[in-house]
């Protein structure tokens, strides 16, 4: 007994271990992390060189769910609750309606392709519907691709909130074959709607009260400051599981109490950051290992074809065809339309999905399994390998807002909001070229070359110095920015300007100085007014409009999204985007609409013309009896050649249209 507990241990460990140093390959190929914990657990089992056989579908979901919940919290508490607005309507959209499209597509793909049954067509569907907040979470976040803020808001929410649509779907359809009962009505759709409403319902408000308690007790009971990070992952925990057992969703439960947690102040925040995100690096490896050495690849050739194929039809049709559809009222171009349809990874919340049918013995349970495993391979493969490519060919990347930067941070006890930040200065940083801390902040250590120095006798700071500042945690971002080194492309003038501008600058001297025409409309107007009256509400660093010959450029940006910093390019620049043949956006339709409205018009007062002339040339002359009667006078009659149009033809019939109406 013993020596099997010991063999575990070493297993696990040694697994666990093996993927964390795998990584570094990854990072040097740029494959998707994520994958290569999967392809760790597929090695280590029956059909790979570890030999390990291992076929317990329940611990498998088990440590599944427990994972994803640490995963789900971590990915709440580090959304910011401003993100969360301005994604908030495309996202959910996405995670409701975008999941059922896509669970119909797969499924009809299913059926009409392979055969299947419609219910199991629907149920592999269902399974795959979701994205997986893990391997979305960990390619932007961890990954280095630098989006706009409404692209990754959207993508984050979306693949943290759409689990429990997935689960719902998946669980509902597995019910129907289980119980027999797969005919569909009026009655039998309100009752699921019902459902749905009553699940995602319950899940929002336990997340919004279970967060709120959770702050409430950490911030009133006093602990060692070790245990805050572990009652705080318990409590989520809790909370997911309480939420489960009551017919709500525990997931959606968990992230919104994450969220809640993550946007207000609570005690021991730098150390709950820290331990979150270790557990949510275990949670990863260890989910996707052991969903790995569940996986069978020796039964994955009899299943190649249904599970690449589906997988096109998943990539290239059901995921393009919901986003395009959810995307479209909230005016998302085509290249961010193409984009967060492309970044639809699959990864192993499906996998987890697909267990159940597995634990309820359906017939085609492994067929189902293997296809879903298959799919998030390919998904895997093919969409994690791409991401940042495509991010740079469909041009929606922006420059990183700030360079490295080496922070550390530890909560006073007693302190409330106040923290005690670390810097090590960067050679490039404001800080090193001469930038004065502001006087809000309160330096109270300066260590150089490993020792203290006085801060009245420290002198400028230097590249190295190791500076530790006494301030609030609003105010931690500002002394970010000033010793953090440059960003690779922070002085390119392609992408900033030639010069740089006062932001509250007006628009009428800006055109004296540079000789470009001010409307009269904007002349009154800042450069800041005006620019934030042409982008609207998605601002980001690199953004430009152009008025004349010249572009005003957006240099950088606050938290809030307000400009802070503008450029000038001297030359207009137009913007090279891929032209893409489909995902036709809202303004395509405004555009075409507007194009077809003005041709009806067009038509109308051509048509109106026309019948006046026509009017005017068949209206019968007067006879000379009648004009006597009405009083004529002895004017000699007008010849012929004067009462025929200049533009007659010669032949007496008139030209009633010549050229275009004007």
Partial sequence: ?????????????????????????????????????????????????????????????????????????????????????????????????????????????????????????????????????????????????????MISATLEVESGSNDPMAIFLTMTLLGMITAGTVEADAAAGADLALELVRQMGLGFVAGLAGGYAIVQIVNRVNLEPALYPIVVLALALALSGATSLVGGSGFLAVYVAGIVCGNVRIRQQPALKNFQGGMTWLGQIGMFVTLGLLATPSQFGGFALEGFSLAAVLIFLARPLAVWLCLLPFGFTRSEIAFVSWVGLRGAVSILLAILPLISGLPNAQEIFNVTFLIVLTSLVLQGWTIRPMAQWLKLTVPARMGPVERIELELPGGQDHELVGYTVHPASAVAHGERIPRWARPVLILREGHAVRLQKAGKPQPGDRMYILATARQVPVLDALFAGATEQEHDPALFGDFDLDPDARLADLGAIYGFRVEKADAGLTVRAFLARELGDDIEPTDRVAYGDIDLVVRDIDEDHGITAVGLAVEHVEPDEPALPFFFSREDFSRAGRRIVNKVRRRRARAKVLARRRAAYDKPEPKPEEAAADGGTDEEPKSETAERPADAEPDGEPDIYRGPLT
């Fill in 1 to 149: 007994m013993l020596e099997t507990l010991n063999l575990v241990i070493l297993i696990a460990a040694g697994l666990v271990a093996v993927s964390v140093f795998t990584s570094l390959v990854s990072f040097r190929v740029g494959a998707p992390l994520l994958l290569v914990f999967l392809l760790v657990g597929l090695a280590a089992g029956e059909d790979g060189p570890g030999g390990i056989a291992f076929s317990d579908t329940r611990t498998a979901y088990f440590i599944g769910s427990i994972a994803l919940a640490i995963i789900l919290f971590d990915s709440g508490f580090r959304t910011r609750l401003a993100t969360f607005r301005l994604a908030a309507a495309p996202a959910l959209a996405l995670a409701t309606l975008g999941v059922a499209i896509t669970a119909g597509v797969v499924g009809a793909g299913a059926h009409y392709l392979f055969g299947w049954a419609w219910t199991d067509g629907l149920l592999l569907g269902a399974i795959v519907g979701s994205t997986d907040a893990a391997a979305v979470f960990f390619l932007l976040r961890v990954g280095g691709v630098n989006l706009r803020e």
